[in-house]
C-alpha cells in the first residue's frame, strides 16, 4: 500500500505508519484485507481473476441487492474490485440512510459472500454526509 511508510510487529500489536494525509477509513480497510489474505491464505489460493469477481458481484447486484433496496427507493453501485474487496455505493433512498451500515452487514455483504465467498472485505465508498438527504452531518 503506497500510503504505507512503516509497519511493526511486536507479539500480537500491529503499528502501522502512513504517510501524508491520506483518509485512515479508507487506508486501515486495505490493511484489514491485507492481514486477513494473510492469516487465512487458503481461503485466497484459488480466488478468480478481478474480472470474474467484478462480474459475480455484479450480478449479486443486479439479481439480489438492488431488487431488494430499491423497495425502499434504494440502488447499490459496484466501484471498484481490488486485491479481492469489493467497493461498493449506496444511492437513492439507502445513501445517507440511519441504517446503512445495517444493511452492509447484514444483507449486501451476507449475499455476496454466498454467491462469491473468496471475496475479501465488502467496503462502502459512500458520502452518507452529502447529497440531498444525508443522515451523517
Known amino acids: 500500500i503506497p500510503e504505507i511508510k512503516k509497519v511493526e510487529i511486536a507479539d500480537n500489536?500491529?503499528?502501522v505508519v502512513k504517510d501524508g494525509?491520506?483518509?485512515?477509513s479508507m487506508?486501515?480497510?486495505r490493511i484489514g484485507g491485507f492481514i486477513r489474505a494473510f492469516l487465512q491464505p487458503?481461503?485466497?489460493?484459488?480466488?478468480?481473476s478481478t474480472e470474474e469477481l467484478r462480474k459475480k458481484v455484479q450480478e449479486v447486484l443486479d439479481l439480489q441487492i438492488n431488487p431488494s433496496v430499491a423497495s425502499h427507493g434504494g440502488f447499490v453501485d459496484l466501484i471498484n474490485v481490488e486485491n479481492n474487496n469489493v467497493y461498493i455505493r449506496m444511492g437513492g433512498g439507502c445513501q445517507g440512510c440511519g441504517s446503512a451500515n445495517m444493511t452492509l452487514k447484514m444483507g449486501i455483504e451476507r449475499m455476496i459472500r454466498e454467491a462469491v465467498p473468496s471475496i475479501g472485505q465488502i467496503l462502502?465508498?459512500?458520502?452518507?454526509?452529502?447529497g440531498a438527504n444525508p443522515y451523517y452531518r
Do not use: F, P, Q, R
Open 13 to 15: 500489536v500491529l503499528t
Open 21 to 24: 494525509h491520506d483518509d485512515w
Open 27 to 29: 487506508i486501515g480497510k
Open 42 to 48: 487458503e481461503i485466497y489460493a484459488n480466488t478468480l
Open 124 to 130: 462502502d465508498a459512500t458520502d452518507h454526509a452529502g
